[in-house]
C-alpha cells in the first residue's frame, strides 16, 4: 500500500549535520502518522522521532530532543530528519516508518510499513 525511501545518509564529522529524507508512494501521507527509528550495531532498533497526521505534533527521543527535527511536506508526501550537532551515539542505519493514525506513535509494533534504511556514520 505504502512504498517508503530513505535518502541522504552519509558519513559526517561528529559535529555536523545531515538531513535525512522519506519519500512515499502508493497513498498520500496526510493521513499517516510518521517516525523515524535507528538501528545501532550489536542493538536493538529505537525510537528517534515522530509526527502526527493532524497537528501536526511531535515527539522525540530524550537522546537527539534538541538535536533533531522531524517535518513533513504533504505536498511534496515527503518527511523529514533534520540531524544538528551529531554524536558519535547517532551512528546507525536509520529507517522510516509510517501507521494510518492521528496522534504519534513511538513503538515500533505500531507502525505498519518500513523503508529500507539508510546508514548515518558520524565520525571524529
Known amino acids: 500500500q505504502v512504498q517508503l525511501v530513505e535518502s541522504g545518509g552519509g558519513l559526517v564529522q561528529a559535529g555536523g549535520s545531515l538531513r535525512l529524507s522519506c519519500a512515499a508512494s502508493g497513498r498520500t501521507l496526510s493521513s499517516y502518522t510518521m517516525g523515524w527509528f535507528r538501528q545501532a550495531p550489536g542493538k536493538e532498533r529505537e525510537f528517534v522521532a515522530t509526527i502526527s497526521s493532524v497537528g501536526p505534533m511531535t515527539n522525540y527521543a530524550d537522546s537527539v530532543k534538541g538535536r533533531f527535527t522531524i517535518s513533513r511536506d504533504n505536498a511534496k508526501n515527503t518527511v523529514y530528519l533534520q540531524m544538528d550537532s551529531l554524536k558519535l551515539e547517532d551512528t546507525a542505519v536509520y529507517y522510516c516508518?509510517?501507521?494510518?493514525?492521528?496522534?504519534?506513535?513511538?513503538?515500533?509494533?505500531?507502525?505498519?510499513?518500513w523503508g529500507q534504511g539508510t546508514q548515518v556514520t558520524v565520525s571524529s
Open positions: 516508518a509510517a501507521v494510518g493514525a492521528l496522534g504519534v506513535r513511538v513503538r515500533s509494533n505500531d507502525y505498519a510499513y
